[in-house]
């Protein structure tokens, strides 16, 4: 089945210590997106690729960064993580394909910073 | 900028009963997208239902089904003979039309509903 994979599930870094999130699909979607999400909030977009082309949120920290080798892949890399970025990390997919512009959901990296 | 409003925090409902979901939203596009998501307990989100703007009937999946007022910027969401299974995070969500990069979802805040049984 297509799908949106994220590595891993659930994990636990040290308060500074870099850390990378792994997102890959196997849809053949354009665009990728990582949201992060706190406690019993919202989703909260950080940057998205259309393609090739990064486009990062305005109010996004610079501590956060992404990379995406190819059409397939995303990472999400945190520098220097505080406390403040334990969340639910979420990928997400989506195509200009067709004529819906809903968005494909991993089942999100847990990240717990210590 | 759009906002997406989700006045209810949490909702219950009894199992097999009908409950709604509100969800109101500001925009000035006259061409957009409006979704709910369910993320249920430690699962990923799932697209429910979607509406195009430009669609004045009401969009239904199964037992989802919307009432989207366009002039009143409304889309809520009716869950009918509601299961277990449908205890949930209920997000409602707008995304406007975007030609080359659509990126512009907005969340609103959720509401947490649980089915008793």
């Known amino acids: 089945d297509a799908m949106v994979i994220q590595n891993p599930r659930y994990q636990v870094t040290q308060f500074g210590k870099p850390v990378t999130l792994s997102c890959s699909q196997t849809l053949n979607h354009n665009v990728m997106y990582w949201y992060q999400q706190k406690s019993s909030q919202a989703p909260k977009l950080l940057f998205h690729?259309?393609?090739?082309?990064?486009?990062n949120e305005a109010d996004t920290p610079d501590n956060f960064q992404s990379r995406r080798p190819n059409t397939s892949f995303c990472f999400l890399d945190i520098r220097s993580p505080g406390l403040g970025d334990a969340a639910m990390y979420l990928c997400?997919?989506?195509?200009?394909?067709?004529?819906?512009?809903?968005?494909?959901f991993g089942p999100g990296t847990r990240l717990t910073v210590l | 900028a759009q906002t997406v409003t989700q006045s209810q925090p949490e909702m219950s409902v009894q199992e097999a009963e009908t409950v709604t979901l509100s969800c109101t939203y500001d925009t000035s596009e006259n061409n957009y997208y409006l979704f709910w998501y369910k993320q249920p307990p430690s699962r990923q989100m799932i697209l429910v239902i979607r509406?195009?703007?430009?669609?004045?009937q009401n969009a239904t999946e199964n037992r989802f089904s919307v009432n989207f007022q366009k002039a009143a910027k409304s889309f809520s969401l009716k869950i009918s003979d509601s299961q277990l299974g449908d205890t949930a995070m209920y997000f409602c969500a707008f995304m406007k039309q975007a030609l080359y990069n659509n990126n512009d979802m907005r969340f609103g805040a959720g509401t947490r509903l649980t089915v008793k049984p």
């Open positions: 690729y259309y393609d090739k082309d990064f486009n």
């Open positions: 997400a997919t989506s195509t200009l394909a067709g004529p819906y512009n809903e968005q494909f």
């Open positions: 509406q195009e703007a430009y669609k004045q």
